[in-house]
DNA sequence: GTGGTCTAGACCACA
DNA sequence: GTGGTCTAGACCACG
C-alpha cells in the first residue's frame, strides 16, 4: 500500500485541501510514479495522518475516479487504475503544464522582459530547484 | 486614454477578476509601459468591455489607488500615478515572475519532463502566445 | 431561468439524489432542450423545491461542470455551457444508451428470449410508454 | 457441473457483485437452461474464476436458496433446485426484462433519439454482443 | 474493514 | 445575492 506519509497539505495556501490532493496524485500516476493496481490509503488512514476530515480524502478521492486515474474496488479500497494501454505519452504530460506556462509568458510579456530572461531562469529552475538566488 | 482592450480575463481561470486585472495594472506600470499621468479607462467603460460586473473593476481601482500605483483625480478619472523616483531595473521585474515561474518546473519535474522539452514550450509562448496548438 | 419544477427526484430510488439531477441535466443538456447560457436554478433555490440539502445540489452542479455540461458564472451561479462547436451528433448521443441497451441485451439472451420479441417490445415501449400492458 | 466460465461479472458496473450473480442465475434457471439437479461451481471455484471474494459467492448462493431456486446437498455443493411445476411462458420471461427496457426506452426518449435508431442498435447488440464498436 | 450518501451548520470569497 | 469549502456525525451497502 502505499505510504500516507507521502502525502502532504499545505494548510497556508489558498488551495482547497482536496484540490492539492488531487493534483498530488495526479502528477505521481501521470508520471508512472505508481504501478497500476497499487493500493491507496484509506480514506480513514490519510484523513488521520493529515488531521482533516475523512469526507475532504473522500471528496478528492472521488474525482480521481471520475477522472478514470483511480478505480474504487469494493470492499478493498481505491487502488491506481490500469493505464488504457499505453503509458502516458510526454506530449500529453507537456500539455498539463501548458495553460501555467503560458499565463507566465503573458505576465513576463506584460513586463517587458526579453524571451532570454525568462528562459534562463526557467532553465536554472528546472535544474536545481533549491539554488539560492543571485 | 489606455484602450480598454489591452486588458483581458480570463473566465476560466480560478483567480478573481478583479485579482486578475489588479496584477495586470501593476505589470505595467512596473514596467514603464504607461506614462505617468496616463488615463485609465473609465470604470463603466471598462466593464462593459469586458463583459463583467462594474463593481469589480471598481474593486480593482481601489487596491491599486491603495497601493500607490494608480491615482484618483476628480473630473477626469484614475490616472497611473507618478513613478516613485527610479525606473525598475530588469532584474527586480524578473524577480516578480520567479515564483510563478517555480511553480511551473516543480510541477513539469514531478511529471517527469525534461527541461528541454519545457523550454521549447515556454520559448513558443514567449513568441507568439496566440499559436495554434500543433 | 430555468424552471425549478423542471427537477424531480425519485426518494424512494436507490439511485443517490445527486446522481439523478446529474443525468437528469446531463440529457437534457446533450439533447440540446437548453440552450447554452441558459442558466440554472440557484443551488439554495432547487434544494429548497426538492426539500434536499443544498449540498446535495451542490455536489451535482460540481460533478456537471466537471463534466464540461455547465459552467460557473461567478456572482451569478451556473448556467448551461456553451457546446464545444458542434450541436450535440446523434451517433455519440445513441453511445450514452449502448451500455444500458448490451445490458439488456445480455439478459434477453440469459433469458432465452428471441431477439424479435425483444425489438418488438423496445418498439412499444419506444411508441407510447404509458401503454398497457397486455 | 455447470462451467464456471459462464458467469460474468462487470466489475465497473454500479450493481454489486453478488447481485449480479443471483440474477445471471436465476434468468438461467427460469428459462430452463439448466436441467434440475445440475450441479453449480462451488464457491471457492467460483470466486477463483471471477477473481472475487469467496463471501461474495457465498452470498449468491444463499439468496438464491432462500429464493428456493438453488438448493444445498451435502457433499455435493449447490444444485439446480427441480422445477416448481411448469416451465415458464415467454411471455413472462419477456416480462422479466420489461421494466429495464422501458427505463432505456425513457433515456432514449430524453436523449431524442428516433425510435429506428434505438432499435437497430438493439439488433446488433442481440445478434452479436462483442461486436466492435463501429 | 471499505467507500458512499446525506444532513446540518459554519465560514469564506466573489460579484 | 452566488457557489465553495470544511467539519461533524449519522446511517447504509458491500465484501
Given at each position: 500500500?502505499?505510504?500516507?506519509?507521502?502525502?502532504s497539505?499545505?494548510?497556508?495556501?489558498?488551495?482547497?485541501?482536496?484540490r492539492?490532493?488531487?493534483?498530488?496524485?495526479?502528477r505521481?500516476?501521470?508520471?508512472?510514479?505508481?504501478?497500476?493496481?497499487?493500493g491507496?490509503?484509506?480514506?480513514?488512514?490519510?484523513?488521520?495522518?493529515?488531521?482533516?476530515?475523512?469526507?475532504?480524502v473522500?471528496?478528492?478521492?472521488?474525482?480521481?475516479?471520475?477522472?478514470?486515474?483511480?478505480?474504487?474496488?469494493?470492499?478493498?479500497?481505491m487502488?491506481?487504475?490500469?493505464?488504457?494501454?499505453?503509458?502516458?505519452?510526454?506530449?500529453?504530460?507537456?500539455?498539463?503544464?501548458?495553460?501555467?506556462?503560458?499565463?507566465?509568458?503573458?505576465?513576463?510579456?506584460?513586463?517587458?522582459?526579453?524571451?532570454?530572461?525568462?528562459?534562463?531562469?526557467?532553465?536554472?529552475?528546472?535544474?536545481d530547484?533549491?539554488e539560492?538566488?543571485?
Open positions: 500500500m502505499i505510504d500516507p506519509r507521502l502525502f497539505i499545505a494548510t497556508g495556501s489558498p488551495e482547497p485541501i482536496y492539492q490532493l488531487v493534483e498530488q496524485v495526479r505521481r500516476v501521470l508520471a508512472g510514479q505508481w504501478a497500476a493496481g497499487a491507496l490509503p484509506s480514506v480513514r488512514e490519510l484523513a488521520q495522518a493529515l488531521a482533516i476530515n475523512p469526507m475532504t473522500s471528496k478528492a478521492y472521488s474525482l480521481l475516479e471520475a477522472e478514470g486515474l483511480l478505480a474504487r474496488q469494493r470492499g478493498i479500497g487502488v491506481v487504475a490500469e493505464a488504457p494501454g499505453q503509458p502516458p505519452p510526454a506530449a500529453e504530460r507537456l500539455a498539463l503544464v501548458r495553460p501555467a506556462l503560458a499565463r507566465v509568458a503573458e505576465q513576463a510579456r506584460e513586463l517587458g522582459l526579453a524571451p532570454h530572461e525568462v528562459l534562463t531562469l526557467l532553465s536554472e529552475l528546472m535544474e530547484p533549491d539560492p538566488r543571485p
